[in-house]
C-alpha cells in the first residue's frame, strides 16, 4: 500500500490533483485510478469547487503511462477486463465530468498518461512536454481510450502515424497537431492553468456543465449532439443562474454565480 500517492489542494474553487509517485514518473496503477476515481467523485458533489487541475508530482513527468510492472503480467481476459473498468472509472468519468477539467502537462505525458491528458476537457503543456502513445513497442494498443481521443484531437491520419510509431512529439508539435491547446514556460504553467480556471468560474456552473454535455454528445455515436443541445439549452431556462445572468446584464453590472 502506497501512501498520498495523490494530492489534493482545494483553494479558490480550483482543486488541484497531484499525482504523486515521482520515483515511477507518476506512473497510473490500479491504487491510483481508484484514488483518483474517490477523489473525483468528492469535488463532483462539492460546491466550492468550481473546477480540477490534473498535474505530475516532480520535474519529469505527468504521467509515464500506466504501470508497466503492474500490467505486464496480465493475461487477455485481465487486460480486457481492465480496460473496460479503467474507462468506465477515470477517463470516460472525467470526459463527462460536469466541471471543467484542465491537464496540465510537465512533463512525459506517455501511453496510459496522454490517454488521461486526452480525457480531459482542456490541455496545457509546459515546454518540456513530451508526448506519445508508444503502447506498440509493448506489444499492446492503447487501452484507455486513446486510439478514439487521439484520432478526435489530431485527425485520423495523425493518430495512426503517432500509434503505429509510437514517436514521443514534443510540446510544439503537440500545439502544432492541435493535441494541446497551449504551451507555457514549465514555471508558469500552473498559474497560467489557474488564470483559466478561474475565467471559466467567472460564468454559470450550470451552463458550463451543459456545454460540456453537449459538445460530447457530437462525439459519441449513440447519441444526436444537435438533440443533445436543443435539451440542455432548453433545461438552462429558469435556472437561477439564468436568472442571475440576464438580469446582471439588463441591470448594467456584473453577474454573480
Ligand atoms: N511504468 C512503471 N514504471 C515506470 C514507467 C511506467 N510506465 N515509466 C517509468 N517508470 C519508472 C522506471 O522503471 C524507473 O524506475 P526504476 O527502474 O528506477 O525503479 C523510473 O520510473 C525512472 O524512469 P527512467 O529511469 O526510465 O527515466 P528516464 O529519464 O531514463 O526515461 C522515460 C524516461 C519516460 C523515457 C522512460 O521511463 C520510459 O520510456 N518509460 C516508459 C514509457 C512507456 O512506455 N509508457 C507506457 C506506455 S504503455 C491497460 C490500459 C492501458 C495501458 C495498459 C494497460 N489495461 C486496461 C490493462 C496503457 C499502457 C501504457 O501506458
Known amino acids: 500500500m502506497e501512501a498520498h500517492n495523490l494530492l489534493v489542494k482545494i483553494e479558490n474553487s480550483i482543486a488541484l490533483l497531484t499525482l504523486n509517485r515521482p520515483k515511477q514518473l507518476n506512473a497510473l496503477n490500479h491504487q491510483l485510478i ?12 462539492d460546491k466550492n469547487v468550481k473546477s480540477v487541475i490534473i498535474t505530475g508530482s516532480g520535474e519529469k513527468a505527468f504521467v509515464a503511462g500506466a504501470d508497466i510492472k503492474e500490467f505486464a503480467k496480465f493475461n487477455r481476459e485481465e487486460g480486457k477486463s481492465l480496460a473496460k473498468n479503467g474507462q468506465k472509472k477515470l477517463f470516460d468519468f472525467i470526459e463527462n465530468f460536469p466541471k471543467p477539467v484542465i491537464a496540465a502537462i510537465n512533463g512525459f505525458a506517455l501511453g496510459g498518461g496522454l490517454e488521461l491528458a486526452m480525457a480531459c476537457h482542456i490541455r496545457l503543456a509546459s515546454n518540456y ?3 506519445g502513445l508508444p503502447e506498440v513497442s509493448l506489444g499492446i494498443i492503447p487501452g484507455y481510450g486513446g486510439t478514439q481521443r487521439l484520432a478526435q484531437l489530431v485527425g485520423k491520419g495523425k493518430a495512426l502515424e503517432m500509434i503505429t510509431t509510437g514517436r514521443i512529439i514534443d510540446a510544439n508539435q503537440a500545439l502544432n497537431y492541435r493535441l494541446v491547446n497551449n504551451v507555457f514556460e514549465s ?6 492553468c489557474k488564470e483559466l480556471a478561474h475565467q471559466i468560474a467567472k ?11 453537449s459538445i460530447n454528445a457530437g462525439f459519441d455515436s449513440s447519441l444526436n449532439g444537435f438533440e443533445v443541445e ?6 438552462c431556462f429558469g435556472t437561477d443562474d439564468f436568472i442571475e445572468g440576464t438580469s446582471a446584464f439588463l441591470e448594467k453590472r456584473k453577474p454573480n454565480f
Open 34 to 45: 481508484n484514488n483518483l476515481n474517490q477523489e473525483l467523485k468528492k469535488i463532483k458533489t
Open 129 to 131: 512536454a513530451k508526448m
Open 187 to 192: 514555471e508558469d504553467l500552473i498559474s497560467k
Open 203 to 213: 460564468n454559470s456552473s450550470n451552463a458550463i456543465s451543459a456545454a460540456i454535455k
Open 230 to 235: 436543443i435539451n440542455s439549452f432548453g433545461s
